[in-house]
């Protein structure tokens, strides 16, 4: 765990307002010098009132998760680069040739087996979880939200009541967010990809057009720090599970 991440949601869960006004200067910034569309333009694309969007990039409302998730579909562009997080993410890994021809979809599902995998984590790939998550909806499921907040904490070996801790939360609200009982804002959501150092994208997959990067963060998070002969086990995998999906490719 990155020590200065913990510190900043801490800083953040301190002080709302702070956190409300340095995530709407961020989608400011990006709208401005990467979109260079005005507010209405932008207000029009997302069909949200223009008022909404200014509450949102002058600090007064954290933005919806929906919102969030049509600012990434329209721009193009991965949220943790929008909101300037440092996520370790390899993008010449996507061209890596044992995903030939397979879907982006697919690549989900294999990655995400095999991360379980790697981290000795197996009981949490659930195919029908994983199938739900690759579908691309209007909103985001809390189900499966919980779900990938478990799958992210279990596989670092965290538990409920840490992640809660730092949170400034009970674990048992952690339990209850997993588990699909509350609904998680995206202020939470922010936290917690920023305490495990992962992109906002991951999270919200099922509501991305494009999972590019969350392909590329899964990808890094399997071959990151791993030896050849670790590397070769998991490029046989790749090819095994490859097989499951074979009349669709």
């Not at 900043?8 to 910034?29: A, E, H, R, T």
């Not at 193009?76 to 982006?104: H, M």
């Not at 920023?194 to 509501?207: G, K, Q, T, W, Y």
């Amino acid at each position: 765990m990155n020590n200065e991440n913990i510190k900043l949601v801490q800083k953040y869960f301190s002080d709302d307002v702070l956190c409300k006004k340095d995530i709407g200067v961020k989608i400011k910034d990006f709208r401005c010098g990467n979109m260079f569309i005005n507010r209405d333009t932008l207000s029009r694309k997302m069909n949200y009132s223009f008022c909404t969007i200014a509450n949102v990039e002058t600090g007064k409302h954290y933005p919806k998760l929906d919102m969030v998730s049509k600012l990434v579909n329209i721009s193009g562009k991965p949220l943790y680069f929008v909101l300037r997080q440092n996520c370790s993410i390899r993008a010449d890994y996507f061209d890596f040739n044992k995903f030939e021809k397979c879907t982006d979809d697919q690549k989900v599902k294999i990655l995400m087996r095999l991360l379980c995998e790697k981290c000795n984590r197996i009981w949490l790939y659930d195919e029908a979880v994983i199938d739900d998550l690759c579908n691309t909806k209007a909103g985001n499921n809390i189900d499966n939200l919980g779900y990938l907040v478990m799958f992210e904490r279990e596989r670092r070996g965290i538990s409920r009541d840490t992640l809660g801790k730092w949170m400034g939360v009970k674990g048992k609200k952690i339990r209850d967010i997993e588990k699909g009982n509350a609904s998680i804002p995206f202020k939470k959501i922010y936290f917690i990809s920023c305490l495990f150092n992962a992109p906002v994208d991951f999270f919200i997959m099922e509501s991305l057009k494009s999972k590019r990067y969350v392909i590329n963060y899964l990808i890094t998070e399997v071959f990151d720090r791993a030896d050849e002969k670790s590397n070769e086990f998991y490029r046989r995998y790749i090819d095994t599970f490859k097989y499951k999906y074979e009349e669709n490719i």
